[in-house]
């Protein structure tokens, strides 16, 4: 009686074994992620040191960012004829703002730092929502976040955005500073663009 007991127990387990293995016929060897889509890098916004327009956020190593943002004049007229560091009128929807952020960085370390190692990751609506598109206008000549930054010193760069209405009014942007490994660590700065002039 114990032996065909033990021969049903057996039997049952082996069946429930072949049919986990064959359900839904993929590969159960690999490991489920605890959170399927989350791809969010070390030292991005939730653990970013935070600050606002026009201060300076100071970073490990000695570093102090800091980060605006001003409207760019828009002209009305012919494309051909837009003046330089003027945004056409008719390359703007949707009620945007052209946008131009501007980053410096000062070395208060002791080694030159690479200024190429700081970009902007994204500029979002904080209070509606919605997310500002990195523009590259003709008009518009945009200082690279390139060379070396020596101690005591201070590089800058500046990156041109066209802004939603929804963005203007409450935004972050979020940049992206990488150390001499190459692992990120970001800087959020919280602000908003003012009225456009009448």
């Known amino acids: 009686m114990r032996s065909r007991t033990t021969a049903v127990i057996g039997a049952v387990l082996l069946a429930a074994?072949?049919?986990g293995c064959?359900?839904?016929?993929g590969d159960h060897t690999k490991e489920t992620p605890v959170n399927?889509?989350?791809?969010?890098?070390?030292?991005?916004?939730?653990?970013?040191?935070?600050g606002v327009l026009g201060r300076p956020v100071v970073l490990s190593g000695g570093l102090e960012v800091t980060t605006d943002a001003e409207l760019l004049p828009v002209f009305t007229g012919v494309l051909a004829s837009t003046p330089n560091?003027?945004?056409?009128?008719a390359s703007l929807s949707g009620g945007a703002l052209p946008a131009r952020v501007r980053i410096s960085v000062t070395n208060r370390g002791d080694a030159p730092f690479d200024l190429s190692h700081v970009f902007v990751r994204e500029v979002v609506g904080t209070t509606s929502g919605g997310v500002?598109?990195?523009?590259?206008w003709a008009s518009v000549k945009e200082k690279?976040?390139?060379g070396l930054v020596a101690p005591g010193a201070t590089g800058e760069g500046t990156v041109s955005y066209s802004?939603?209405?929804?963005?203007?009014?409450g935004f972050r942007i979020t940049i992206?500073?990488?150390?001499?490994?190459?692992?990120?660590?970001?800087?959020?700065?919280?602000?908003?663009?003012?009225?456009?002039?009448?």
């Open 144 to 146: 690279k976040l390139a």
């Open 36 to 50: 399927p889509g989350v791809t969010q890098p070390p030292g991005t916004a939730a653990s970013a040191p935070a």
């Open 22 to 25: 064959s359900s839904g016929g």
């Open 85 to 89: 560091g003027q945004v056409n009128a």
């Open 163 to 169: 802004v939603p209405p929804t963005v203007a009014s």
């Open 17 to 19: 074994t072949l049919a």
């Open 132 to 136: 500002a598109a990195y523009t590259d």
């Open 176 to 198: 992206a500073v990488l150390d001499g490994a190459g692992t990120p660590s970001d800087v959020v700065v919280n602000g908003s663009l003012p009225a456009p002039p009448v």
